[in-house]
Antibody, heavy 121, light 108 residues
Framework: QVHLVQSGAEVKKPGASVKVSCKAS????????INWVRQAPGQGLEWMGW????????TYAQNFQGRFTMTRNTSINTAYLELSSLRSEDTAVYYC??????????????WGKGTTVTVSS | SSELTQDPAVSVALGQTVRITCQGD??????ASWYQQKPGQAPILVIY???NRPSGIPDRFSGSSSGDTASLTITGAQAEDEADYYC???????????FGGGTKLTVL
């Protein structure tokens, strides 16, 4: 079966950085995009961006340019989302989700269970 | 602000039919996908490419599209369908994705 397994919850102080991982299994990692989606407490889903693991190309949503970095390690089928200069408003659940590379219409068919990042002094 | 607009809340009587809509300019060019999210759980894909269901999604879920509006219809809503539903599609320029604000479905 296809799975995306995310790293565990994190608690960080303001100004710190955190790196969330998303390990893929059950499919060819480089054949599908990895998307990142944020959900603040009690709020809706926000698309943060996607990465094509084949070449590492990334596209960020406008609200997530600057402090957020998507990377991958194809040797271990793992994608990463790094958040820097953390603020209290970054407190959220961060999901990774698989999407089809290319194609006019897009969807995210497999989701990780989410990683809770709490930013608190 | 979201480029895709959804009604914040919708209710349906058990066994009845409910339609959840998603409106946005980009939907004239791109199909929406739909996600169901229950409290404390990750979202799951329920409809993609306008009206395709992933394996395991009941056939009471269907999708449609007309002009700048996409719809998710649940025919014969069940108690377990009570959840938040989100639409997603490319934005108006096509280079990024955007979610609707979500619709909380209550099954009465």
């Amino acid at each position: 079966q296809v799975h995306l397994v995310q790293s565990g919850a994190e608690v960080k102080k303001p100004g710190a950085s955190v790196k969330v991982s998303c390990k893929a299994s059950g499919y060819t990692f480089t054949s599908y995009d990895i998307n990142w989606v944020r959900q603040a407490p009690g709020q809706g889903l926000e698309w943060m961006g996607w990465m094509n693991p084949n070449g590492g190309h990334t596209t960020y949503a406008q609200n997530f340019q600057g402090r957020f970095t998507m990377t991958r390690n194809t040797s271990i089928n793992t994608a990463y989302l790094e958040l820097s200069s953390l603020r209290s408003e970054d407190t959220a659940v961060y999901y990774c989700a698989r999407g089809p590379s290319g194609g006019q219409n897009y969807y995210m068919d497999v989701w990780g269970k989410g990683t809770t990042v709490t930013v608190s002094s | 602000s979201s480029e895709l607009t959804q009604d914040p809340a919708v209710s349906v009587a058990l066994g009845q039919t409910v339609r959840i809509t998603c409106q946005g300019d980009s939907l004239s060019s791109y199909y929406a996908s739909w996600y169901q999210q229950k409290p404390g759980q990750a979202p799951i894909l329920v409809i993609y490419d306008k009206n395709n269901r992933p394996s395991g999604i009941p056939d009471r879920f269907s999708g449609s599209s007309s002009g700048d509006t996409a719809s998710l219809t649940i025919t014969g809503a069940q108690a377990e369908d009570e959840a938040d539903y989100y639409c997603n599609s490319r934005d108006s320029r096509g280079f990024r994705l955007v979610f609707g604000g979500g619709t909380k479905l209550t099954v009465l």
